[in-house]
């Protein structure tokens, strides 16, 4: 998607969730030069392994279920509702812990 999209609707995130049985999915919400907006969607037992982004601030926002979200060396339960801020540099990840899926809106500046 384009910078010079014009969103005149509301959007639903939940529902443009991509599930993966082998990993992780990824979907993309918006994308221009200077931000990126998508969602990580996983099944129980999956993860997005420790990483950083160099540059890059990076907020999650859980949309649906329940995960450890892994921020530095502090492993953090993160719940709907709940949100966590990833600042350029900062290690990070996460994994579903649970039995049910877990939806997390991710947004990046400036976009990779």
Do not use: W
């Amino acid at each position: 998607m384009s910078a010079d999209t014009n969103y005149t609707d509301a959007i639903n995130p939940e529902s443009m969730a991509t599930f993966n049985p082998e990993k992780m999915g990824k979907s993309t919400i918006f994308k221009s030069e200077r931000i990126l907006v998508g969602l990580n969607a996983f099944e129980p037992g999956q993860a997005h392994q420790l990483h950083t982004h160099e540059g890059m601030d990076k907020v999650y926002h859980v949309l649906k279920g329940k995960g450890l979200f892994i921020l530095e060396d502090r492993e953090i339960e993160m719940e709907a509702g709940l949100m966590l801020v990833a600042p350029d540099g900062v290690p990070h990840g996460i994994r579903n812990h649970s039995n049910d899926q877990l939806i997390v809106l991710a947004v990046l500046a400036p976009a990779p």
